[in-house]
């Protein structure tokens, strides 16, 4: 099992910037990737960005390339989202998520943190 918990949510005008946290516990994390979804009111859940645990690689959604960073710090077994120049279209809940390397579906989710944007 792998726990995962979000922070660092709130409300943010547009242009504006958060930083997202997700604390990962349980067991080693070397052969996962770890990822960040959103869903926004009456839409359905999207991916936002992965990146491995152990080598690093990194991907992202159309919609966020350019502005979101994704990273992990392995020592403190912490995965983050740098969001900058934020949009309305961002306000969503986040959600932090694990899947195993190899593996196409996401298996541990964290409860999400909310992200407003206002405009």
């Known amino acids: 099992q792998v726990q995962l918990a979000e922070s660092g949510g709130g409300l943010v005008q547009a242009g504006g910037s958060l930083r997202l946290s997700c604390a990962a516990s349980?067991?080693?994390?070397?052969?996962?990737?770890m990822g960040w979804f959103r869903q926004a009111p009456g839409k359905e859940r999207e991916f936002v960005s992965q990146?491995?645990?152990?080598?690093?690689?990194?991907d992202y959604a159309d919609s966020v390339k350019g502005r979101f960073t994704i990273s992990r710090d392995t020592g403190k077994n912490m995965v983050y989202l740098q969001m900058n120049v934020l949009k309305p279209e961002d306000t969503a809940v986040y959600y932090c998520?694990?899947?195993?390397?190899?593996?196409?579906?996401?298996?541990?989710w964290g409860q999400g943190t909310q992200v407003t944007v206002s405009s």
């Open positions: 990146i491995s645990w152990s080598g690093g690689s990194t």
């Open positions: 998520t694990a899947r195993r390397i190899g593996y196409s579906n996401y298996d541990y």
């Open positions: 349980g067991r080693t994390l070397s052969p996962y990737v």
